[in-house]
């Protein structure tokens, strides 16, 4: 059965772009701006990637879909959970489920988007390491239908995973050169296109992440980021239009400069409310015995409260502290739409030029092994440190060789060359920034997009892709 559809349409997912970075260095992007249909978008809060991602495919808030940020206290298992994929985490009907109905033709793929696994489109492509018995962390992707993985790694190369995260993610390196993750997702789009031509294509690129965060959005270096960017961005755009494809630039968040970090779960253990589990000498946080502890993802906080009561007295202590910009509370989570059963007793957000750390331990020698790793399931946190190889390291290239030797000779170890110092960080997301210049954006040459000259809300992303296809 073919589609109803006359039109098709690609989204692109390019993290982190912003009017201020459009006018540093993305020539081509601004002209097609100036030509077209260039509108800022009111951040999602808190303006991380599942949030915002799930605020604009089921043009609901987190109170609806219930994705109050990157991970959160799953409070029936007592245990931090961070970047799971099953899409039937999201608990709103999406965009595709909605066209789908009106229209059982219409098709949809989904690369690299998060909550892919599962989803009800049609071809999906997600990271999605195989994590053997006996210890190991073995790179690969997960693909709908299956049979797209083998196919399309063959045509492409493996996908690059080292470069999708961690201290060789938009760096050169020999795993890759800086934008070998974002090249290889825009090769895949066009691999897709040419052989099932999506209806609806969602196309993830996030290659302005990594040195956003890593240097800041104000060092010189990011030029050269905007320059690769500026090139992948508008010659996929060529290609898909040159097939009758239209596209539509998202952008999540911006990012801006930051200058401190708050260690909120180090404040509550001083406080004596946070319960520390000693295993093989080190330290891990025992959820479900704590008093008080904090879910920290970049400038959000969700805080978690045994005794609810406590809210009188945590709350003018953290209403002091450095860096603090919002706390909400019961009214306030509900007027922000983010009274979902998930979200924590408060909600605490940054000044959008300080981030809170997940850090807890005292001392160093006593953090957990995870710590220095790059290990994004097992922190009870997000840690942009990953981005970072230890600068203590003498030898770090050595030390990574020497890790790799021991994983070919089937030696249980542990990657560990990331430091624990979070003055490092220099640009972080996830509150509402100052000045409007560094919000999210939308960009199209396409007039049905165009509407009024004011930010548009991330949740009305929804419903201006599915007018695009009713039109």
């Known amino acids: ?251 999540e968040y911006g990012i801006t400069p930051v200058r401190h970090a708050i260690h909120l779960n180090r404040f509550f253990r001083q406080q004596g409310w946070l319960t520390i589990k000693e295993e093989l000498g080190k330290e891990l946080i025992d959820f479900g015995a704590s008093e008080v502890f904090a879910v920290c993802d970049h400038q959000v906080a969700h805080v978690y409260l045994k005794d609810p009561s406590k809210r009188s007295t945590i709350r003018p202590m953290l209403e002091t502290m450095e860096g603090i910009a919002m706390i909400w ?14 979200a924590g007793d408060l909600v605490v957000f940054a000044r959008d030029w300080a981030w809170f750390t997940y850090y807890y331990w005292e001392e160093d020698q006593r953090a957990p092994d995870f710590a220095r790793c790059v290990d994004i399931h097992r922190k009870p946190g997000y840690d942009p440190v990953e981005l970072f190889m230890d600068p203590t390291l003498r030898w770090p290239r050595l030390k990574v060789a020497w890790r790799l030797l021991q994983k070919e000779l089937g030696m249980r170890m542990l990657m560990d060359v990331i430091p624990l110092d979070a003055s490092l960080v220099k640009g972080s997301h996830g509150t509402l920034p100052d000045e409007q210049v560094n919000y999210p954006m939308m960009l199209s040459s396409d007039p049905v997009f165009d509407g009024a000259d004011r930010p548009l809300e991330s949740t009305e992303i929804a419903s201006l892709i599915e007018r695009f296809f009713v039109s």
């Open 1 to 251: 059965m073919a589609s109803k559809v006359k039109n098709r349409l690609a989204v692109l997912n390019v993290v982190g772009l912003t009017s201020d970075l459009l006018k540093r260095g993305l020539p081509r992007l601004n002209q097609l701006a100036d030509q077209g249909v260039s509108r800022l978008i009111q951040p999602a809060l808190p303006a991380v990637t599942c949030t915002a991602q799930s605020n604009y495919l089921t043009g609901q808030p987190p109170s609806q879909h219930g994705i109050v940020a990157n991970g959160w206290y799953h409070r029936e298992l007592a245990e931090v959970q961070f970047w799971k994929q099953p899409n039937q985490i999201v608990q709103a009907p999406k965009i595709w489920e909605r066209l789908k109905a009106s229209d059982p033709a219409f098709t949809c793929a989904q690369l690299f988007w998060w909550y892919n696994m599962y989803a009800s489109v049609d071809f999906s492509i997600t990271p999605r390491p195989m994590y053997p018995a006996d210890g190991r962390k073995v790179f690969d992707i997960y693909t709908s239908p299956a049979d797209i993985g083998p196919a399309i790694q063959k045509d492409l190369g493996i996908f690059p995973f080292p470069t999708f995260w961690g201290p060789v993610a938009g760096v050169d390196s020999p795993q890759g050169p800086p934008e070998a993750v974002s090249d290889w997702i825009a090769r895949a789009a066009r691999w897709i296109e040419e052989r099932h031509r999506p209806d609806l294509h969602l196309i993830y690129l996030p290659h302005l992440d990594y040195n956003l965060q890593r240097l800041g959005p104000d060092d010189p270096q990011i030029l050269a980021d905007l320059t690769l960017v500026d090139d992948l961005v508008v010659d996929l755009i060529e290609d898909l239009e040159a097939r009758g494809v239209s596209s539509l630039i998202l952008s």
């Open 329 to 342: 509370e019961e009214p306030e989570k509900k007027a922000h739409g983010m009274d979902h059963g998930r």
